[in-house]
């Protein structure tokens, strides 16, 4: 095997980068252990606030500058033109709500919003209640948790070579699993997934449930272990068994992680943008709101659209921040 | 949450009492690991296709599926050698710089975030002041805030700097031509991390006990003391959760990293992103660059489980 360059090439690009990374870590590390130091000294009524302002300052200003100012910049920003010189007013929500196009992208991220969470939960909770019955679940916990591990272009790859479609003819071998899965199911002719509108965006939606469906199993089966043994046993001797059980006994004391579960696998589905960029970059009608935004604004150049689109998400987000915020609020009411 | 994962309930089946194993036998336990081990085959089919092919010599590779394999294996590392080093990608070095650029990337990424939310959370949590349940929640509700939303305007405080009329306040972060253009993504991994890290780490260090911080107290430890001498210690566990979190986000994200980055500073996702419009004739290459980024991610995950799980669940279950 010819190679067209060695481990010497290699180190010579590395070396600086990790210098660069090691200084400013080292850097970064010693200021805060100089600053602590330095600040161990104050005496009297500066201490406080010294002490609030050199723990908390770092953070607060991080928030301010990198997520706080640029959200409401973004706001604005959405009723400007493509160079955010001109005031246009609400053209661009106009342009959102009524351009085919993006009529596309919301409905299919109003789909994937839906169906997405639903389907990885319920399959996460089926999992969950049979992995509590049995003896030795770990190896079966850790394949099905795996996929967690893996960044959405590596299971986007996955994917895409599953899907992967070749025309059906005599000499032509497919290579996609789907494909000649369903050709030994006797499909003769299975259309090119990835084209094949409107369920391409169902085939998308699958990399995310393969994705999530190990998270909401681990984080439910938790939950279901933490259902006390007496109060299923007290159940069972006045008469409840099987379904009937879970849905009256289980189900209700599980109710708030299976909510938690659901609003956290909306907001990661709101916020998708590397599966749908990896897979299709957004053609053949599967685009969704965070991957148009990043289209409009980066490949079009059109700041406005994107920072409209943008602000759309956020308003799909905010619902389910509230309903978060009075849920923790209620919690630590109760402690 | 540590009752959560302290316990590891795999003794659930033996010790309980006789009515909770007559409710247990609803399914019986053949069938139900019968149904567990086919999904989880399920689950792991797609990976498993993907880590055959990537040792699978080209010809082979495209011309029949990697099923075939067991029939008539012949196994090459000529993928490995050509994505890493080679011109594989139509690049003089190979993937080997962008799997550099993507530690670069994800070790600051991870430790700035950490060390900054781990002070945040200790001042949130144990130096009271009027309004720290209001900034505790302001942060809890920011975690939610779409990386999409700061994008636009962050980019171009990076690359013009901050203004207030005509007068310069804050200079660009441009770093053009240098390693340090890795500052920008190291930035705002840093800014988009905070809310969830805060939000977690506070949860773990407002649970210990308060009697130890009394006592610090008492002795005449200021906070800086207590923090480094008897918070960080205790509060490791939950750290090194956040810790591996976190690295495996960063390593695993494209979007910052395409929004805030250079062609120097490109991580594996987002090369191997470009790449797979070239899907069709260099499957061997691909799959092989996929598993090359998966690797770490891997290893990490299945070294530290535990800890990735308590992290887990320290967000999402109740406790």
Redesign the interface.
Request: aromatic share 14%; proline share 5%; net charge neutral.
């Given at each position: 095997m010819r190679t067209s360059t060695d481990w010497n090439t290699v180190l010579q690009d590395a070396l600086p980068k990790f210098g660069v990374a090691a200084t400013a870590i080292i850097v970064f590390f010693g200021i805060l252990l100089l600053v602590f130091l330095a600040a161990g000294y104050a005496t009297g009524k500066i201490v406080r606030p010294l002490t609030i302002a050199i723990l908390l300052g770092p953070a607060f200003v991080l928030l301010i500058i990198g997520l706080v100012i640029p959200a409401i910049r973004t706001v604005g920003l959405s009723f400007f033109d493509s160079n955010s010189i001109n005031f246009v007013g609400t053209a661009n929500y106009k342009y959102a709500f009524t351009d085919p196009d993006i009529h596309r992208v919301l409905i299919n991220t109003a789909v994937w919003i839906i169906v997405t969470p639903i389907l990885a939960t319920a399959l996460g909770l089926f999992l969950a209640l049979l992995i509590d019955k049995m003896k030795h679940e770990s190896i079966a916990k850790s394949l099905i948790f795996l996929p967690m591990a893996i960044s959405f272009v590596g299971a986007s790859i996955i994917w895409k070579f599953v899907y992967t479609w070749r025309e059906n003819v005599p000499g032509v071998n497919q290579i996609g699993l789907l494909s000649q899965v369903v050709i030994w199911l006797g499909w003769k002719n299975p259309p090119n997934w990835i084209l094949w509108e409107p369920w391409n965006t169902f085939l998308l939606m699958v990399i995310m449930i393969w994705v999530q469906t190990g998270f909401a199993m681990v984080v439910l089966s938790a939950a279901i272990k933490n259902v006390p043994g007496d109060v299923l046993e007290a159940a069972s001797l006045d008469g409840a068994t099987g379904f009937s059980l879970f849905r009256k006994i289980t189900l209700p004391m599980v109710r708030g992680t299976v909510i938690v579960v659901l609003t956290t696998i909306m907001i990661a589905v709101l916020k998708i943008f590397d599966i749908v960029a990896t897979m299709t970059g957004g053609n053949y009608s599967t685009s969704v709101l965070s991957n148009e935004m990043y289209t409009q604004t980066f490949v079009q150049g059109d700041a406005g659209h994107g920072a409209a689109l943008a602000t759309i998400l956020f308003a799909c987000v905010i619902p389910l921040v509230v309903y978060n915020v009075v849920q923790l609020r209620k919690e630590r009411a109760n402690r | 949450m540590s009752?959560?994962?302290a316990?590891p309930?795999?003794a659930?089946?033996e010790n309980?009492?006789p009515?909770?194993k007559?409710?247990?036998k609803?399914?019986s336990?053949p069938w139900?690991?019968g149904?567990?081990?086919v999904?989880?085959?399920m689950?792991?089919?797609?990976?498993f296709?993907?880590f055959v092919?990537s040792f699978r010599p080209a010809a082979d590779?495209?011309?029949?599926?990697?099923?075939?394999f067991f029939q008539n294996p012949s196994v090459t590392l000529?993928n490995y050698?050509?994505v890493l080093?080679?011109?594989g990608y139509n690049t003089?070095?190979?993937l080997?710089?962008y799997f550099?650029?993507s530690?670069?990337i994800a070790?600051?990424g991870a430790?700035?975030p950490l060390?900054?939310?781990t002070?945040?959370a200790?001042?949130?949590a144990w130096?009271p002041?009027k309004g720290a349940d209001w900034?505790f929640?302001a942060?809890?509700?920011?975690?939610?805030?779409?990386?999409?939303?700061?994008?636009?305007?962050?980019l171009r405080?990076f690359s013009t700097g901050f203004h207030i009329g005509n007068i310069q306040v804050a200079p660009a972060l441009l770093f053009s031509q240098?390693?340090?253009e890795?500052?920008r993504i190291?930035?705002?991994h840093?800014?988009?991390a905070?809310?969830l890290a805060?939000f977690l780490l506070h949860n773990f260090m407002s649970q210990l006990p308060r009697d130890l911080m009394e006592a610090a107290t008492m002795d005449g430890a200021?906070?800086?003391?207590t923090?480094?001498k008897i918070v960080l210690p205790l509060a490791l566990p939950a750290i090194a959760s956040f810790a591996i979190f976190q690295f495996?986000w960063v390593?695993?994200?494209?979007?910052v990293a395409?929004?805030f980055g250079t062609s120097n500073t490109q991580p594996l996702?987002a090369r191997?992103?470009q790449q797979?419009g070239n899907?069709?004739s260099h499957?061997e290459l691909?799959?092989a660059g996929?598993f090359i980024?998966?690797l770490i991610?891997?290893i990490?995950?299945?070294s530290l489980?535990r800890y990735?799980?308590r992290g887990?669940?320290a967000?999402?279950?109740?406790g």
């Open positions: - | 009752a959560v994962t316990d309930v795999t659930a089946g309980r009492e009515p909770v007559a409710v247990r609803m399914f336990t139900v690991s149904i567990v081990v999904i989880a085959i689950w792991t089919i797609p990976t296709g993907l092919t590779a495209i011309n029949s599926g990697w099923w075939t000529s050698s050509n080093l080679g011109g003089a070095g190979g080997s710089s550099v650029n530690l670069v070790i600051p430790l700035f060390a900054i939310a002070m945040a200790y001042a949130l130096v002041f900034i929640f942060i809890f509700a920011l975690q939610v805030v779409p990386i999409q939303m700061a994008l636009i305007p962050l405080l240098s390693s340090w890795f500052a190291w930035i705002a840093t800014m988009f905070l809310p805060i200021n906070h800086f003391t923090f480094r495996l390593w695993n994200d494209l979007l395409l929004t996702n191997l992103e797979v899907f069709g499957v691909l799959t996929a980024s998966m991610p891997l990490v995950f299945l489980q990735f799980v887990l669940l967000g999402s279950v109740k």
